[in-house]
């Protein structure tokens, strides 16, 4: 856990003095340097929920503790654009110790898809001196003292943002006091952010002693005490100030969990007893994956015996051999093969992974080398690309010195056919050719996620993309299997050049749809993909879904801080519409 906690800037006290507000100052001073602490990290998180304190000042509740389930942002009133309050209150908050000083707090919720809200949002404040904590204790000092409010956002469920949401505030408060109590009002920001640190230490570990809580949350917490305001973040939801000229700046620094190709957050080795048919294969290396799991009581962690995509643990002595390499090494299976044949395509893929067998032969069959100067297994060298329509012949496009077009990776984990930008743009333009420019909208169109969008009574007149591998191989790639999700007459290309409207990738990547057009076998050993048609031998069942149940289905099973990968490079990718 990595938890950050500064201090931002300090209020005039001409501003808290009673005087128009409208003529107070809010001014920058250097911030004390962030201080940090690192354990291992043990529930990332995906997405980022803003809590925001603002400057303006303005009626609101009198109540000496408010908590709302389900919000996920808090706000001083409205500034411009910036933040819509869910609601505001008309009765000021009492200052309890000196000049009277009026604030606004609201929130906006925002559930998403699920049937419970997993975010929670804490706001603490004192009504009166007879209510407040530090003045009970005679400490308090004669500007506010003890405002606190709070964002949980929270991920594979809601017991932890709930706990949080009850608990930490509180406990953030007491800490304070006690501070005050042993330094009285000599100290820095070092020692105040420590204290709050330590708060968020406690609760985690008091979350991880607690069986029932089986999921996590980020915490965000804004303190404002004795005219100073400091910030306290675990994870990466975000505080931010928006000043009354509408200008605003983030106050907290972004701590997050990043997934890279081929590894999770943890991995705790075991050796294992495998018994296949008649045999038994005595200690297996298998990688057990640790993290915020949606793994029910009692499940955790999760063993996943997949097959390794990286070229360092398919050889022969890696440290950490995949399950195939062990396999092979201990002659359960009799070859370095892994073949797939797909069945059904729905919400993933329904098939025959079939390991050790000799790989297929005939005139149907196409032949071709793996990269093996690849960190990844999976890689093939690509010389050119062509995309046609089915009545235009279309024009190659040339690797040359273009990086992106030097290799194509294999990836069953890939819901997505992800092309660079200069493929992408030839798809498009072969669509315009065959419908014409003048008429394309009636028949397909780019929406603003980048996304093509095509009618269902169309699929056949979508184009069809070559590649090229070396100066004779080549393979078809037809679009008009790279789709099945729909919304009434409309549905969308399962074919993107980048994540939402971001920049393109400019990666070139074949996931579920080429096994679902090909049967794909990998011969480790001596590097060589072999494609064939599963034409002759059976038909691909294409069930088509809505994007309800595509979401619901596949939607992140645990939050993470970035759109993560199950398998391979980027697998899973989502479209800015969640799917």
């Given at each position: 856990?990595?938890v950050s906690?500064?201090?931002?800037f300090?209020?005039?006290?001409s501003l808290?003095?009673?005087?128009d507000?409208?003529?107070?100052?809010?001014?920058?001073i250097?911030?004390c340097?962030?201080?940090?602490?690192?354990?291992?990290?043990?529930?990332?998180?995906?997405?980022?929920?803003?809590?925001?304190i603002?400057?303006?000042?303005?009626?609101s509740s009198?109540a000496?503790?408010?908590?709302a389930?389900?919000?996920?942002?808090?706000?001083?009133?409205?500034?411009?654009?910036?933040?819509?309050?869910?609601e505001?209150?008309?009765e000021?908050i009492?200052?309890?110790?000196?000049?009277?000083m009026?604030?606004?707090?609201?929130g906006?919720?925002?559930?998403?898809?699920?049937?419970?809200?997993?975010?929670?949002?804490?706001?603490?404040y004192?009504q009166?001196q007879?209510?407040?904590?530090?003045?009970?204790?005679?400490t308090c000092?004669?500007?506010?003292?003890g405002?606190?409010?709070?964002v949980?956002?929270?991920h594979?469920?809601?017991?932890a943002?709930?706990y949080l949401?009850?608990?930490?505030?509180?406990?953030?408060l007491?800490?304070?006091?006690?501070?005050?109590?042993?330094?009285g009002q000599?100290w820095?920001c070092?020692?105040?952010?420590?204290?709050?640190?330590?708060?968020?230490?406690?609760q985690?570990?008091?979350?991880l002693?607690?069986e029932?809580?089986?999921?996590?949350s980020?915490?965000?917490?804004?303190?404002?005490?004795?005219?100073?305001?400091?910030t306290?973040?675990?994870?990466?939801?975000r505080?931010i100030?928006?000043?009354?000229?509408?200008?605003?700046?983030t106050?907290t620094?972004v701590?997050?969990?990043?997934?890279?190709?081929?590894?999770?957050?943890?991995y705790?080795y075991?050796n294992?007893t495998?018994?296949?048919?008649?045999?038994?294969i005595?200690?297996?290396?298998?990688g057990?994956?640790?993290?915020?799991?949606d793994?029910?009581?009692g499940?955790?962690?999760?063993?996943?015996?997949?097959l390794?995509?990286?070229l360092?643990e398919?050889?022969a002595?890696?440290?950490?051999?995949?399950?195939l390499?062990?396999?092979?090494?201990?002659?359960?299976?009799?070859?370095?093969?892994v073949?797939?044949?797909?069945s059904?395509?729905?919400?993933g893929?329904?098939?025959?992974?079939?390991l050790?067998?000799v790989?297929?032969?005939?005139?149907?069959?196409?032949?071709i080398?793996?990269?093996?100067?690849?960190?990844?297994?999976?890689r093939?060298?690509?010389s050119?690309?062509?995309v046609?329509?089915?009545s235009?012949?279309?024009?190659?496009?040339?690797?040359n010195?273009?990086?992106?077009?030097?290799?194509?990776t294999v990836?069953?984990?890939?819901?997505?056919?992800?092309?660079?930008?200069?493929?992408?743009?030839?798809i498009?333009?072969?669509i315009?050719?065959?419908f014409?420019?003048?008429r394309?909208?009636?028949?397909?169109?780019?929406?603003?996620?980048?996304?093509?969008w095509?009618r269902e009574?169309?699929?056949?007149?979508?184009?069809?993309?070559?590649?090229?591998?070396g100066?004779e191989?080549?393979?078809?790639?037809?679009?008009?299997?790279?789709?099945?999700?729909?919304?009434?007459?409309w549905?969308?290309?399962?074919?993107?050049?980048?994540?939402q409207?971001?920049?393109?990738?400019n990666?070139?990547?074949?996931?579920?749809?080429?096994?679902?057009?090909?049967?794909?076998s990998?011969?480790?050993?001596?590097?060589i993909?072999t494609?064939?048609s599963?034409?002759?031998?059976?038909?691909?069942?294409?069930?088509?879904?809505?994007?309800?149940?595509?979401?619901k289905?596949?939607?992140p099973?645990?939050?993470?801080?970035?759109?993560?990968?199950?398998?391979?490079?980027?697998?899973?990718?989502?479209?800015?519409?969640?799917?």
């Amino acid at each position: 856990m990595t938890v950050s906690t500064s201090q931002f800037f300090h209020l005039g006290r001409s501003l808290l003095s009673g005087g128009d507000s409208e003529g107070g100052s809010l001014g920058p001073i250097p911030p004390c340097k962030a201080t940090s602490s690192e354990s291992q990290p043990r529930r990332p998180t995906e997405e980022n929920q803003d809590a925001n304190i603002g400057d303006e000042t303005s009626p609101s509740s009198p109540a000496s503790s408010k908590a709302a389930s389900g919000v996920t942002t808090l706000a001083s009133t409205v500034v411009d654009d910036f933040v819509v309050p869910m609601e505001v209150d008309d009765e000021p908050i009492g200052v309890p110790c000196g000049p009277r000083m009026t604030l606004s707090i609201g929130g906006h919720q925002e559930q998403g898809s699920r049937n419970y809200q997993e975010d929670r949002a804490a706001v603490h404040y004192c009504q009166a001196q007879e209510e407040c904590l530090l003045y009970k204790a005679g400490t308090c000092s004669c500007v506010v003292s003890g405002l606190l409010g709070a964002v949980y956002d929270g991920h594979s469920g809601e017991d932890a943002s709930k706990y949080l949401q009850a608990h930490l505030g509180d406990a953030v408060l007491k800490a304070i006091h006690h501070l005050k109590q042993n330094h009285g009002q000599v100290w820095d920001c070092k020692t105040f952010g420590d204290t709050i640190k330590r708060c968020f230490v406690e609760q985690d570990s008091i979350i991880l002693a607690e069986e029932s809580i089986k999921d996590g949350s980020t915490a965000t917490v804004v303190v404002f005490d004795d005219g100073t305001l400091f910030t306290a973040n675990c994870g990466d939801s975000r505080a931010i100030l928006i000043r009354k000229n509408s200008t605003w700046c983030t106050l907290t620094q972004v701590y997050s969990t990043r997934y890279t190709d081929g590894y999770s957050v943890k991995y705790v080795y075991r050796n294992v007893t495998l018994t296949v048919g008649n045999r038994t294969i005595k200690d297996l290396h298998v990688g057990l994956m640790i993290d915020g799991s949606d793994v029910k009581e009692g499940g955790q962690p999760s063993a996943y015996l997949g097959l390794s995509s990286r070229l360092t643990e398919l050889r022969a002595g890696s440290r950490n051999p995949s399950f195939l390499q062990q396999l092979a090494e201990t002659g359960a299976i009799p070859n370095f093969t892994v073949d797939i044949r797909v069945s059904r395509v729905y919400h993933g893929l329904t098939g025959q992974l079939v390991l050790g067998d000799v790989l297929p032969q005939g005139e149907d069959i196409t032949l071709i080398p793996l990269r093996k100067d690849s960190k990844l297994a999976t890689r093939i060298a690509v010389s050119a690309v062509l995309v046609r329509s089915p009545s235009t012949s279309g024009t190659w496009i040339e690797a040359n010195n273009m990086t992106e077009f030097h290799h194509v990776t294999v990836d069953t984990g890939a819901d997505f056919t992800v092309v660079p930008e200069i493929v992408f743009e030839g798809i498009w333009a072969a669509i315009e050719d065959e419908f014409g420019r003048d008429r394309v909208g009636s028949y397909a169109y780019i929406d603003a996620c980048h996304k093509i969008w095509f009618r269902e009574d169309v699929v056949t007149r979508l184009p069809v993309m070559v590649v090229r591998v070396g100066t004779e191989s080549t393979f078809e790639m037809h679009l008009s299997n790279h789709w099945h999700i729909c919304e009434g007459a409309w549905c969308k290309l399962r074919v993107i050049d980048r994540l939402q409207q971001d920049k393109p990738l400019n990666k070139f990547i074949l996931g579920t749809w080429f096994f679902a057009e090909y049967d794909v076998s990998f011969d480790f050993s001596r590097a060589i993909i072999t494609l064939r048609s599963p034409k002759r031998q059976r038909n691909v069942v294409r069930k088509v879904t809505s994007p309800e149940a595509w979401n619901k289905f596949r939607g992140p099973l645990r939050k993470r801080a970035e759109r993560q990968r199950r398998s391979g490079v980027w697998g899973l990718l989502r479209s800015c519409t969640g799917m």
